[in-house]
């Protein structure tokens, strides 16, 4: 597979193809940040293999061999790096428009990588068959021949990889770790860890003097969250800051070196945890830091995971400039916004239906007062939580809704949604299935497409959503007098396929202007 340039051609790939030794080599030398989890180094005098930034003496070109995932370097015998650590490269976009092989395996490779992401068992590569419709055989013989490795092996070295992290970054107990990393017991995680790495759990934990301690309420963990450069980090912030809910966020500072504090609800065994993070973004580095409430610690790894995705850190920005950068030079590193509660997300997105920013901003808030749950926080301002499904899904709480100023459409809406979460028939994150649940949302009273595929962009992180009935969207296009705008903007979107989201993004930014409905 050809390694990317800055303008990656990768996107549209049918098939494993050769790495380019040259450019590799060359974003190694650059020690180039954009090139982070594209590709990793293995080097055959070491038996190490690296991610492109590492800060180590640049090894010499005949001793490197070039790998698309660690997997595949570790089936190669290489063993990651202690320092640059390959398990906190951003993440690999998986997206196909081509080859159906292509489909199959990235398909696959997604919901392995992202159930070890969140702490939980991978689906079965039978289970993954059934849902695309194919025989196991075949998607296992796919996977293969895209990925160089077996599933068996891919989900092994993404297990080690996040156990290495839990480690290295957390006070979890080598039990707690195994448990978050997919293993199946201590021991087989001890196992591994000696048949790949040659080395112990214990060896890979920092010494005492190193380690974090959450020993008190105001004193959280912090861990270190990478990302590919470019990164518009002010309009990010800027976007999510005109959203802020007093109670549940709050804001210190201005611009990109402002920090974001919120609330967090986060399901837990048969229990619902409250807690509370902190985001700063380094603006000399491509990271940013994330503070952890001590009490969310067991969620650590969904937490972790759920944020990458509302902040869009594994976002490719070069892929994306490429498809949309003719028509939106300055949408450069554009990150699309998600949420870290797909159903307060959508709640927010049906409050904001046909009012302003502004106006749905004060239902939000006069939501949250009523009807939030408290939560305590070591800052006085922060002290709510989002209203639960379960409490927006009971009866006697429409009244309440509506003496809120929230019209009777409105209601309907909120609440046929927080039965639909509530009993399960509808879940709303990056691992649900995105057909379903947008025929799901269609059918719920009082959304339609345009806040169906808003949902789905923000929570089920829907790359090529494109609500063509979209007003703003038609201004922004100049297709707004034509005698058929939604046809124009469907047939303009077709040449920013599979990143239409961002276009869209770009296309509202270039109107200076926030558009109606986008809570």
């Given amino acids: 597979m050809n390694c990317p340039e800055p303008s990656p051609p990768h996107i549209r790939r049918t098939g494993p193809q050769s790495l380019d030794a040259v450019r590799c080599y060359k974003a190694m030398a650059d020690r180039d940040a954009a090139w982070d989890g594209i590709f990793f180094t293995g080097v055959t005098s070491t038996g190490i293999y690296c991610r492109p930034v590492c800060r180590v003496k640049l090894p010499r070109a005949t001793n490197c061999l070039f790998f698309e995932t660690p997997a595949q370097a570790e089936s190669h015998g290489f063993r990651p790096c202690l320092r640059c650590r390959p398990e906190l490269a951003p993440a690999r976009r998986f997206w196909s428009t081509t080859d159906a092989g292509t489909v199959l395996a990235e398909f696959a490779a997604k919901h392995l990588h992202a159930a070890i992401q969140r702490g939980r068992q991978a689906p079965t590569m039978t289970t993954l068959a059934t849902q695309l419709g194919v025989s196991d055989r075949h998607l296992r013989r796919m996977f293969a021949l895209h990925w160089h490795v077996s599933p068996v092996q891919y989900l092994q070295t993404q297990r080690l990889l996040r ?3 839990w480690l290295h970054d957390s006070p979890l107990s080598v039990a707690q770790v195994a448990k978050a990393s997919g293993f199946r017991s201590t021991r087989r995680m001890y196992a591994a860890f000696a048949q790949h790495y040659q080395l112990s759990p214990g060896q890979l934990r920092p010494t005492r003097n190193q380690r974090q301690t959450t020993s008190s309420n105001s004193a959280p963990l912090t861990l270190v969250l990478h990302y590919r450069p470019p990164g518009q980090i002010g309009a990010l912030w800027q976007f999510f800051k005109d959203r802020s809910l007093p109670g549940i966020e709050s804001w210190q500072g201005e611009g990109p070196h402002a920090v974001l504090r919120r609330t967090v609800r986060w399901p837990h065994e048969q229990d619902v945890i409250c807690g509370w993070i902190e985001v700063q973004w380094d603006t000399e580095r491509p990271w940013l830091h994330l503070g952890v409430s001590p009490n969310l610690l067991p969620v650590l790894p969904d937490l972790v995971a759920q944020v990458r995705d509302w902040l869009d850190l594994d976002a490719e920005p070069a892929a994306v400039a490429q498809v949309i950068g003719p028509d939106f030079p300055n949408a450069s590193g554009q990150r699309l916004p998600g949420g870290l509660d797909g159903f307060e997300l959508a709640v927010r997105a049906i409050l904001g239906q046909q009012i302003t920013v502004k106006a749905a901003r004060t239902l939000g808030q006069r939501l949250v007062n009523a009807l939030g749950a408290p939560c305590e926080t070591p800052w006085l301002e922060l002290n709510r939580t989002f209203p639960s499904a379960a409490t927006l899904a009971l009866e006697e709480n429409a009244a309440v809704m509506g003496s809120l100023g929230v019209v009777r459409q409105r209601q309907k809406a909120i609440q046929g ?29 009082g959304i339609g497409p345009w806040t169906a595929h808003y949902i789905a962009m923000r929570a089920l992180r829907w790359l090529d959503a494109w609500p063509v009935q979209d007003v703003a969207l038609q201004t922004a296009l100049g297709v707004r007098q034509h005698p058929t705008p939604t046809k124009a903007v469907a047939q303009l979107g077709l040449a920013w396929q599979p990143f239409r989201s961002y276009a869209l993004i770009a296309a509202w930014q270039r109107l200076q202007t926030t558009p109606e409905a986008s809570l």
């Fill in 163 to 165: 156990a290495k992290q």
């Fill in 417 to 445: 949604l927080a039965r639909a979460v509530e009993s399960g028939a509808l879940q709303l994150h990056a691992q649900a299935p995105l057909e379903p649940t947008l025929q799901a949302l269609l059918a719920l009273p």
